[in-house]
């Protein structure tokens, strides 16, 4: 793939050096588990599945809510998960103000839901940031989260895969970059790398946007190698993330538990389950994909390597 002027992207493959022999090769389908109930035992037997253990201090990066939203995975749900892993639950605060953008008050939010109950709660950039560096991307030379983040040996991303105002959808990439990021990082992440002020006042094209968020991704994924994993819950499908405080009614049903150790072939199979579904509710989430030009994100992802949207789906019961 090339820009404008005829050069290489950064991260693309680039074509054979002999033209008459074998091209560049597709990768191998990553695999990704789906269970369609919903359960706290399923959700221990998805990460399972995975073949990967979790060792060593983990973190397991979740959102644990907006104050007045409701829609975040409950900790009935995966309190067993958390708790089978050893995990501390890891948050940073936020760059839009709210009731998450001071420690604690986050730390608050966090105990007002449910998760201070159910394993430590660690808010990252509450002693400051550190920095991981960008290889290979257009926007970001690094990626800032928060400093206690080096203090982890491995990370489970769970997220809560459903629409998203800025992104089109909130899956494993969005949660492993704007949500590991510090809220300096987050504001660098939504600038395209311009500031880590005012990020609202600085808003790049929206590409550039989601562009940044894969290289954040490529970021941790990077820091991490193979001391990470990806478990997504797509269920209260609303068009809004759990980061605003009164998100809208989901239109869709619930679809299940699906996890992978490739962040890209898993939010690929949660928007094609959503784009599949007989549910004739899913048009307002694939509007609300479409109209952010959400796809663009995995698309760019996997240029500069951080996954394939090439997957098998393994369901399992």
């Keep these: 793939m090339k820009n404008d002027i005829g050069q290489p992207l950064p991260g693309a493959i680039p074509p054979a050096a002999d033209a008459g022999g074998p091209g560049p090769r597709e990768p191998q389908p990553a695999k990704v588990y789906l269970y369609r109930e919903i359960a ?25 809510g907006e104050p007045g939203g409701h829609h975040y995975l409950q900790p009935e749900l995966i309190r067993d998960l958390v708790q089978h892993v050893g995990g501390t639950i890891v948050e940073c605060n936020t760059a839009y103000g709210g009731g998450r953008a001071r420690t604690e008050d986050h730390l608050k939010a966090a105990a007002d839901h449910g998760f201070a109950a159910i394993a430590p709660v660690d808010i990252m950039d509450a002693d400051g940031q550190t920095a991981l560096p960008v290889r290979g991307g257009r926007h970001l030379a690094e990626d800032y989260v928060g400093s206690h983040y080096l203090d982890y040996d491995f990370t489970v991303i769970l997220s809560h895969f459903k629409g998203h105002t800025m992104g089109g959808f909130g ?8 949500g590991i990021a510090s809220a300096d990082g ?19 094209p929206q590409d550039d946007f989601l562009e940044s968020m894969a290289e954040a991704a490529k970021a941790v994924a990077d820091h991490c190698g193979d001391r990470i994993l990806y ?54 989430l694939i509007e ?19 996954g394939t949207q090439n997957y098998e789906l393994i369901e399992l019961d």
């Design 40 to 64: 706290p035992a399923n959700l221990v037997k998805i990460c399972e599945a995975l073949g990967r253990p979790a060792r060593g201090k983990v973190a397991v990066k979740l959102s644990t």
């Design 186 to 204: 987050k504001a660098w992440i939504h600038t395209a790398g311009k500031t880590t002020q005012n990020p609202w006042r600085n808003l790049p």
């Design 288 to 306: 609300r994909i479409d109209s952010r030009h959400g796809m663009h994100t995995l698309d760019y992802a996997e240029t500069l390597g951080l």
């Design 231 to 284: 478990i997504s819950v797509a269920n209260n499908l609303s068009v809004d993330c759990d980061c605003v405080a009164a998100p809208e009614a989901p239109r869709m049903g619930d679809i299940g538990i699906l996890a992978s150790l490739d962040p890209v072939a898993l939010d690929r199979a949660c928007t094609d389950l959503v784009r599949t579904s007989d549910d004739p509710g899913k048009v307002h």
């Design 171 to 178: 899956g494993a990439v969005k949660n492993m970059s704007i």
